[in-house]
């Protein structure tokens, strides 16, 4: 049990160009989700935190209106990267709890942007 | 915020031996968790261990919360075993997010 996925596993795209990450708890409800970002041989970084229905609570320097975050259900958030540029290049993974889950936060197999 | 450091930050092993990975925090502590990132990228949960000793398998913990550390021990290292271990705590009173350690790459050699 407590499984999340996440799609796409990979993505390459064109510098300016828009890119949504998707995150889904297959068998819990994911009351709280979170977004981390990870750079080559480095620590996992927090985001944002996102509740279901209400709005992500971004970590400091993480810009908002460039890292979009909609926590629609219970079971998906999506992170959309705008206006992708080169530095913005990086393993994005998102983690789930919820009610069924206990406090242990599971955590999606990633998704490696690379951004032309 | 909480400091979270781990030792070593490297480590070589021979097939068939033991190791003990190290996990310090500077601030009192309400959810730890152990993870294996496998080459893929994949964090594995291993241990949810805010206190006690826990095992399984060839893995145990042990969280010694009033000292603030925590210790990850893998017996019989297999190749399979290779990858990073990092180490993740949440502050008491916090807001529910985890704070990662830099992480431990073990490299397990047949």
């Known amino acids: 049990g407590a499984v999340v996925s996440q799609h796409p596993s990979w993505v390459i795209c064109k510098s300016g160009t828009s890119v949504k990450i998707e995150c889904r708890s297959l068998?819990?409800?994911?009351?709280?989700m979170f977004w981390y970002r990870q750079f080559p041989k480095q620590s996992l970084m927090l985001m944002a935190t996102?509740?279901?229905?209400?709005?992500?609570?971004?970590e400091q320097g993480v810009e908002k209106d460039k890292f979009l975050i909609n926590h629609a259900s219970l079971t998906l958030s999506t992170l959309t990267v705008t206006s992708a540029h080169p530095e913005d290049s990086s393993f994005y993974i998102c983690?789930?709890?919820?009610?069924?889950?206990?406090?242990?936060?599971?955590f999606g197999p990633g998704t490696r942007l690379t951004v032309l | 915020g909480i400091q979270v450091e781990q030792s070593p930050p490297d480590l070589i092993l021979q097939e068939g031996a033991n190791s003990t990975l190290r996990c310090n925090f500077s601030d009192s502590v309400n959810n730890l968790q152990w993870f294996h990132q496998n080459p893929w990228g994949q964090l594995i949960n291993l241990f949810y261990?805010?206190?006690g000793t826990k095992q399984n398998g060839r893995l145990s913990a042990t969280t010694v919360a009033t000292e603030r550390y925590s210790l990850l021990y893998i017996s019989s290292s297999q190749t399979t075993d290779s990858g990073v271990y990092f180490c993740a705590v949440e502050q008491n009173q916090g807001a529910q997010k985890l704070v990662f350690g830099q992480g431990t790459r073990l490299t397990i050699n047949p």
């Open positions: 261990i805010p206190s």
């Open positions: 983690s789930a709890r919820g009610r069924l889950a206990g406090d242990t936060q599971y």
């Open positions: 996102s509740n279901e229905g209400s709005k992500a609570t971004y």
């Open positions: 068998d819990f409800q994911a009351t709280t």
